[in-house]
């Protein structure tokens, strides 16, 4: 059974679009990530949600909107899509308080904007 | 200067040899140290989660953290092809959800048969 799940898996898409991608973890974890990886594989922190409250947000540009209907869900809207967005989106999940460097992550969203 | 420095590699190595993979850091906050690893198209996974300076050992591998220098390093013995992945060193200054990971770029580790 998949702990951390997202989908889709890969989407390709042109630029001025919006885009969801959708993250769901089974492990009773409360806290919540988004991370993107570029192409030289380098992981920056985008969001992160405990108990559906944001606690961590980095410079992202607006057009990013997570959102978390419950502790085991946590979403991502990218509206008007640009070339700079292509990258592998990875959601993860942790206990936050006392284990927030045990990550487990999802098996990646790889975004493609033409 | 990145806060977290890794060689990127790519690091080729046979079967059966010790791989030795490092980070340094510029912050001195900095009291938790993980590695994970990360295969082809997969999500990073943990493999070693440490605390301020020391050792850690868990079968072969062995974490070691020096935070006089700022370094980190993780050794894998007996490497074998399954160890062939990106290893990316990570680092927080708290325990806590509200804090966020620093990672390093990776460094891509292939092991010759």
């Known amino acids: 059974d998949t702990a951390v799940s997202q989908t889709p898996k890969y989407l390709v898409t042109q630029m001025g679009n919006d885009k969801s991608i959708k993250c769901e973890q089974n492990l009773g974890h409360d806290t919540m990530y988004w991370y993107k990886q570029d192409s030289k594989k380098f992981l920056k922190i985008m969001f992160s949600y405990n108990n559906k409250e944001l606690i961590i947000n980095e410079t992202v540009p607006n057009r990013f909107s997570p959102k978390s209907p419950d502790k085991a869900h946590l979403n991502l809207h990218i509206n008007s899509l640009e070339l700079g967005d292509s990258a592998v989106y990875f959601c993860?999940?942790?206990?936050?308080?006392?284990?927030?460097?045990?990550?487990?992550f999802g098996p990646g969203t790889r975004l493609t904007v033409t | 200067q990145k806060e977290v420095e890794q060689d990127p590699g790519p690091l080729s190595v046979p079967e059966g040899a010790i791989v030795s993979l490092n980070c340094t850091y510029s912050n001195s906050a900095f009291q938790y140290f993980m590695w994970y690893r990360q295969y082809s198209r997969k999500g990073p996974e943990l493999l070693m989660y440490t605390y301020s300076s020391g050792n850690k050992e868990d079968g072969r591998f062995t974490a070691q953290v020096d935070k006089s220098s700022k370094y980190i390093s993780l050794f894998i013995r007996d490497s074998q092809p399954s160890d062939s992945a990106t290893y990316l060193c990570a680092m927080s200054g708290s325990n806590f959800g509200n804090e966020k990971l620093t990672f390093g770029t990776g460094t891509r580790l292939t092991i010759i048969p």
């Open positions: 993860a999940s942790s206990h936050g308080s006392g284990d927030a460097g045990e990550q487990y």
